[in-house]
């Protein structure tokens, strides 16, 4: 019998505990175990969470990876044979969001899938535009054959709301640790180069989108460009990231064209802010300490 389980990781939940759990409980997937991860939160998550059937496994906030904490996530559900993984401010879209996510299995050269973000309701333009970027109405499979056409887009992924099968997740090493970012894109890409497929499901589907402010863009594109300085593997294989970026921004500008003009220059400052970011993560250990105590928001 096929085994499923749902794994959260989570800090002071509990204001966003109602619309998930609400969510969750309309599923038509229904045979699966719950499991909590919880850094410690000083509010009422992990009774919410409990009381709608998960095991809750508390560990300090201090020891909180997003690579070392889903791989704790994978090693408490050893026994499953899939494990979704969702981040506490993912709200599932529709009944029949769990049950399509794990629909992408029944081809078993799919190592790991991940389902469409629509942007929150009231989203900011900007906010809402990068999930209409990133997440297309459009189901895909994508496999290494692909990067020739999409570069490192090839390996994009996101497990906020993502589901991976678990021989796969062990046949590349599980995922890295320690990781602060984008321990996703890392197994993405390892599970290409290992010849799995990624699929891309837009009929499951969750609300998730941030409002970032110009600080918190500065902080996490020096995150992802010191990831991949510490991954050279990953443009070697993949290509750079410059030029989905371009592409990003061509999209972006047309966007609020059409829809909010009056965010152009907005636009413009962000994608600067984005770039210096990026590029001085890049340089890693060439900037300043004190710079890099500040950028990683210490």
Known sequence: ????????????????????????????????????????????????????????????????????TRQMAADLCGEADFLIFMTQDAVLAHPEALEALLGCFSDRRVGAAYGRQLPRPGA??????????????????????DRAEFGIKTAFFSDSFAAYRVQALRDVGGFPVPCPVSEDTFVAARLLLADWQIAYCADA???????????????RYYQIGLFHARQPWLRQQFGEAEGEGGRFVRSECNYLWHNAPSLLPLSALRTVVKYVGYRLGLMGKVVPARLQRLLNGR
């Open 205 to 219: 589907a969750v609300y998730h989108s941030h409002d970032f402010g110009l600080a918190d863009e500065l902080r």
């Open 124 to 145: 900011h333009p900007i906010e809402a535009h990068a999930r209409l970027f990133n997440y297309p109405p459009q189901s895909r499979l994508k496999s290494l054959a």
């Open 1 to 68: 019998m096929t085994k499923v389980a749902l794994c959260v990781p989570t800090r002071n939940a509990a204001a966003v505990a109602g619309p998930f759990l609400e969510g969750l409980s309309t599923q038509t997937l229904v045979d699966f175990d719950r499991l909590l991860i919880d850094s410690s939160s000083e509010d009422d998550t992990c009774h919410l969470f409990a009381s709608a059937g998960f095991r809750i496994h508390q560990i300090p906030r201090e020891i909180f990876d997003h690579g070392g």
